[in-house]
């Protein structure tokens, strides 16, 4: 059930057909609190000017919703002139009381019902884009733009203080389940975007976001027990303890959160100026999933023939990521075109890693070794780090296995990537070197929605606000509900019956690109 505010209280529905009112009465109730409201005003000489703006915003959101009410009615005479028999094969009923979710608060109206064996829908409310779940969507943008940002919880807090009213926790989830529906169809319908620059760049990295064990899900499903103590908060915690019992004790150092992977994208031009350098990032875009990283490899691949940089056009393509064996799998099968690097911090990281295993932490040697191996790296030279290490491993203490270990995996990393580590030529030639934009768009885009403390999601339902959050950090937001709008409006006029944008569960997760 969706909250309201005591100053938003909705227009009074009845069952009854003959409330329903006519423009005329509408538009006179709108002149009526239009004088009312300015005669208000006129009575405020002793009010401060936060008194007055506090006690002002209700009475405009109320007003308001005369005037969607005035709409409403208008669009429903003007379809009852032209329509004065239902269409071959149904009946007509009404007009039938409705409830209308908005902006201003919930606003009640009036519509014709058509109807036959089988069931029926409000023709109207197709013609005008409405679905029956109650939500404009205007509202529902909104809700769900809110709920890209910040918690649930916090969205139904951060609208009910500007709207004076709010959807329901859960409603908005439902909005979120819904939208992401469509998230699919609008990435791969999404034109191009234009002005884009000669050389394509794309960096792909990974995060695991916390999620839900079967136990927690479990437990979450479950009847829950009877509280004990209703009215104290304290005592009732006190008992909710001794039921559940003590917790395993984590060990020392553990982090471990059931994390599941999502896959990250991101994709830009650079364009070359004048002087001979790459300026950019042009048009930059990110996609994220929780599918198999192949979907995401797939999905760039998918964008980049869009903008123009298909495998016959000849046009450079440089991939950047961390070097995990996945992606470069998928990177030969989809981009055999392109140039692929290995990020240069991330080798970095395990050159100290080698140098731990030579000299001690935090020593002259440790820091002197570790610079020299980094002047070779950037001057492309990567093949003499491993001809380095092999040395040293030749001279190492046999005794010492786990540390062998330890540099024995640094040798193999940098080894088995030689090839994407030509940093000087890349730096010649003004090409990326590192992922520093998909590595802030880790950040941004997952961590800070879905890395916070207490947060544990199931991937699925995940994913919808996922891909949501990418198409708002896109700035394609109002481009998506556009496309969501025409789209469900289309499918409910061809169809003939009112169409919900309210989802309770998740769908799969995507496979574009995994058959």
């Given at each position: 059930m969706e909250e309201m505010c005591p100053s938003a209280l909705p227009v009074e529905v009845t069952d009854d057909v003959a409330t329903a009112p006519t423009v005329g009465e509408v538009k006179a109730?709108?002149?009526?609190?239009?004088?009312?409201?300015?005669?208000?005003?006129?009575?405020?000489?002793?009010?401060?000017?936060?008194?007055?703006?506090?006690?002002?915003?209700?009475?405009?959101?109320?007003?308001?919703?005369?005037?969607?009410?005035?709409?409403?009615?208008?669009?429903?005479?003007?379809?009852?002139?032209?329509?004065?028999?239902?269409?071959?094969?149904?009946?007509?009923?009404?007009p039938c009381t409705r409830l209308l979710g908005t902006f201003f608060g919930k606003v009640g109206y009036w519509r014709t019902y058509f109807y036959r064996k089988g069931g029926g829908y409000y023709p109207l409310d197709v013609e005008l884009g409405l679905t029956s779940d109650g939500f404009s969507m205007l509202l529902r943008s909104y809700a769900t733009?809110?709920?890209?940002?910040?918690?649930?919880?916090?969205?139904?807090?951060?609208?009910?203080?500007?709207?004076?009213?709010?959807?329901?926790q859960e409603s908005i989830e439902c909005m979120v389940l819904g939208l992401g529906r469509h998230t699919?169809?609008?990435?791969?319908?999404?034109?191009?975007?234009?002005?884009?620059?000669?050389?394509?760049?794309?960096?792909?990295?990974?995060?695991?976001?916390?999620?839900?064990?079967?136990?927690e899900l479990e437990k979450r499903r479950g009847k829950r027990a009877k509280n004990p103590h209703p009215g104290s908060q304290r005592h009732r915690g006190r008992a909710a303890r001794q039921r559940r019992g003590s917790k395993k004790r984590r060990k020392k150092g553990c982090k471990a959160k059931n994390g599941k992977m999502a896959t990250i994208v991101t994709t830009y031009t650079l364009r070359?100026?004048?002087?001979?350098?790459?300026e950019g990032p042009i048009n930059k875009k990110v996609y994220a999933s929780y599918a198999p990283k192949r979907h995401a490899v797939a999905i760039a691949r998918r964008e980049a023939n869009k903008r123009g940089f298909g495998p016959e056009s000849g046009k450079l393509i440089q991939i950047v990521t961390d070097g995990d064996n996945n992606l470069q799998r998928y990177i030969e099968e989809l981009f055999p075109e392109a140039i692929h690097t290995i990020d240069v911090y991330h080798v970095t990281e395990y050159l100290w890693k080698a140098g731990e295993c030579l000299y001690k932490e935090g020593s002259d040697e440790l820091v002197a070794w570790v610079e020299a191996q980094k002047e070779r790296l950037y001057d492309g030279q990567a093949a003499e780090i491993v001809a380095e290490i092999d040395k040293r491993f030749a001279q190492f203490d046999p005794g010492k296995q786990s540390v062998r270990e330890r540099l024995e995996k640094v040798r193999n990393y940098i080894n088995k990537r030689v090839d994407k580590m030509n940093y000087k030529e890349l730096r010649e030639q003004d090409l990326e070197i590192s992922s520093g934009?998909?590595?802030?768009?880790?950040?941004?885009?997952?961590?800070?929605?879905?890395?916070?403390?207490?947060?544990?999601?199931?991937?699925?339902?995940?994913?919808?606000?996922?891909?949501?959050?990418?198409?708002?950090?896109?700035?394609?937001?109002?481009?998506l509900?556009?496309?969501?709008?025409?789209?469900?409006?289309?499918?409910?006029?061809?169809?003939?019956?009112?169409?919900?944008l309210r989802r309770i569960e998740p769908a799969p997760l995507p496979t574009y690109g995994l058959t």
């Open positions: 109730n709108i002149i009526q609190e239009v004088n009312a409201l300015v005669a208000w005003v006129l009575t405020c000489q002793s009010l401060t000017f936060f008194a007055f703006e506090t006690q002002l915003v209700p009475k405009v959101l109320a007003l308001g919703r005369l005037f969607v009410q005035l709409f409403l009615c208008m669009r429903e005479e003007q379809f009852q002139a032209m329509h004065p028999r239902p269409q071959l094969g149904y009946k007509r009923l009404g733009r809110m709920a890209t940002k910040v918690s649930y919880a916090q969205a139904t807090l951060i609208l009910c203080l500007f709207l004076h009213w709010t959807p329901a699919a169809a609008w990435f791969e319908s999404a034109p191009a975007p234009e002005g884009d620059g000669e050389v394509l760049v794309i960096q792909i990295d990974s995060k695991a976001t916390p999620t839900a064990t079967e136990a070359r100026s004048a002087d001979g350098q790459l934009a998909v590595e802030g768009a880790v950040n941004y885009v997952i961590a800070k929605r879905f890395d916070s403390g207490g947060m544990r999601w199931i991937k699925e339902r995940a994913e919808h606000l996922l891909q949501l959050r990418c198409i708002e950090v896109n700035n394609d937001w109002d481009a509900i556009e496309f969501v709008h025409d789209r469900t409006r289309e499918q409910a006029q061809q169809e003939h019956r009112n169409l919900s």
